[in-house]
């Protein structure tokens, strides 16, 4: 059996504050830049309303959840109905309740501030990604993916 190095990370959904929206976007960044290809993102809401490849994965792969603030949606969700998630993190502890709960933001209004605390985040999340599968190597590279029945590699 080969094993598939792959992290899911979910992040929480929230439209109300600034916090939840640098988890997304900060998310989005690991995703398609820092750990393309060994991290996916899964849907909060697809996986609330029981999306079964979602469930499934974070039923079987490390997870990290990442929530704007301290009422930490995504990571109660997740452990509610997938079981323990392997790292929880939260804009609040990172960049403090202030930024977390200013009033939300779209990506056409981000501006240097918003760049900044976007990348401590990204990096915070990068730092997590490796931590939990090790740093690319040439060997992850040249390893062949098998995944599981009834999964695909997203
Ligand atoms: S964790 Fe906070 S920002 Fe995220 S969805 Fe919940 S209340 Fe909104």
Redesign the pocket.
Known sequence: MLEVKKVGIIS??????A??CL?RIASRRVLESSRPGRTVTICLPLFLAGGEEERYFTQNFPTITI?????????RATERLSGKVTKAM??SEMLGQDV??DAPFSQRQLNSEREKQIEKVRIALTEAVDEIIGKTSEEDVITPLNPPPGMRLL
């Not at 929480?12 to 504050?17: P, Q």
């Not at 929530?67 to 990571?75: L, N, S």
């Open positions: 929480c959904s929230g439209e109300e504050f916090g939840g988890s929530d704007g603030c301290e009422k930490r949606c995504a990571f939260t804009v977390a709960i």
